[in-house]
């Protein structure tokens, strides 16, 4: 099992969580993040917004399903066919156990 968190753009969160919802992949946390890339913020003017606002998606999925999860968040939050900087970043754990609380039933 894989934890995928990925850091995409506020404008993109609903696009990705219908993707996912759309490919059998409904759960999904989200939390709203501020942060910086590469890019080190963003200058408008005179004035350097050094820290954005971004939404954080968890998802936890089976190692089967890894490749074909990450490929539909990037698909979906990409920016245009090329993509922008600040479209985003996956990040990917291995989950070597959870459990459900409501249930106390551990899930490998």
């Known amino acids: 099992m894989y934890l995928l968190r990925a850091i995409v753009r506020p404008e993109k969160s609903a ?3 219908k993707a996912l919802f ?3 992949f409904p759960a ?6 501020f942060g910086r890339g590469k890019q080190r913020g963003i200058k408008v003017g005179n ?10 998606l968890m998802i936890t999925i089976p190692a089967k399903d890894k490749d074909f999860v990450i490929e539909t968040i990037m698909e979906s939050a990409r ?3 090329q993509g922008q900087f600040g479209d985003g970043k996956i990040f990917v ?3 070597d156990e ?3 609380i409501s249930s ?3 899930e490998v």
Do not use: F
């Open 15 to 17: 696009v990705v969580m």
């Open 22 to 24: 759309d490919a059998g």
């Open 28 to 33: 999904v946390t989200k939390l709203a993040v």
């Open 47 to 56: 004035v350097t917004y050094d820290e954005l606002p971004k939404d954080l």
């Open 79 to 81: 920016t245009g066919e």
């Open 93 to 95: 754990t291995q989950v």
């Open 98 to 100: 959870s459990y459900t």
């Open 104 to 106: 106390g039933r551990k």
